[in-house]
């Protein structure tokens, strides 16, 4: 058994943990560029914590421009076993209402502009992503939410686009009807492939703010609308998140589902062959296997 040390990712709207005891703010070093802040510590009903907001407090980093890498990276040099991400998100589906939270255990990637893996000539690593959440941390999220009175779905498919700009209504049906998406946001990839190939685990909480473009009765996206439902979103997701360390434990076994072993087999770049200095910047994210 270890510890668990549950990390946090904050989206549009949240930006703290609640009850937090010895909370501290601390600025973590990665090779990989500076993470979006500093990372918010401490404990938390008996288990230790650590809050990353993607954005940056004031909300300072276009989806795009998030340092993906450095914030995984960094959460993995503080010891961060399991990494829920809390992410804002449009619904394609009439059942998943705005206010509503998806625990989403697929995605389909349409990001183009930025860099998406740890892994690169100089050693080479290949790691499956066909089940990117961790059911086991999903179960957790779920059971959160159901205990804090919110509306949940288990399940569903994420559609990551670059934005920033929101869906033409053509990108939003195609999107909706042909590839059979259930939510879209601009910040669930590359984090999800990331978290991977650092062997953590990752659970993904959508939380809905509107209905995109395609809804014939709620029209385009609007910006008030959205930053209206993310008040109470947010509310909501420091609530689920109150209730994640009871749930969890202080005690940590092995992933059921070898997400903390996703690079047994992974790296294919012979030993004598691998590059020092992307070894030196893999200390973190592959140190166990590199």
């Known amino acids: 058994m270890s510890k668990t040390k549950i990390g946090i990712i904050g989206g549009s709207g949240i930006y703290e943990i609640d009850g937090l005891k010895n909370a501290t703010w601390t600025q973590v070093t ?8 500093a990372i918010l510590t401490g404990n938390l009903n008996g288990v230790d914590m650590a809050f990353l907001p993607r954005h940056g407090r004031g909300h300072v980093h276009a989806p795009s421009d998030v340092p993906y890498r450095a914030n995984i990276d960094a959460l993995k040099r503080l010891g961060v076993t399991d990494v829920i991400a809390v992410s804002a998100c449009g619904s394609f589906r009439d059942e998943m209402a705005p206010g509503d939270f998806v625990i989403v255990d697929q995605y389909i990637d349409r990001t183009f502009a930025r860099p998406k893996s740890f892994f690169s000539s100089g050693c080479v ?9 961790c ?19 288990r399940g569903g498919t994420y559609l990551a686009m670059e934005g920033p700009q929101f869906s033409t209504l053509a990108e939003s049906r195609m999107y909706r009807d042909s590839w059979g998406a259930d939510v879209i946001g601009m910040t669930g990839m590359p984090e999800a492939k990331l978290a991977r190939e650092a062997e953590l685990c990752y659970a993904c909480v959508a939380m809905i703010t509107d209905y995109d473009s395609w809804h014939p009765d709620h029209g385009e996206v609007d910006i008030t609308q959205i930053i209206a439902t993310l008040t109470g979103n947010a509310d909501k ?29 992974a790296i294919l ?7 020092p200095e992307l070894l030196a910047k893999l200390d973190a994210v592959a140190g166990r296997v590199r």
């Open 30 to 37: 990665s090779p990989w560029g500076a993470p979006s802040d």
């Open 125 to 133: 690593g290949h790691v499956s992503v066909a089940h990117p959440t």
């Open 135 to 153: 059911a086991r941390l999903g179960d957790a999220c779920e059971t959160a939410a159901r205990d804090a009175g919110i509306t949940v779905h």
């Open 237 to 265: 997701g420091r609530s689920l998140v109150a209730r994640l360390p009871a749930l969890l434990g202080a005690a940590r076994a092995p992933c059921t589902h070898g997400c903390d072993r996703a690079l047994d087999y």
């Open 269 to 275: 770049t012979a030993p004598d062959a691998r590059d």
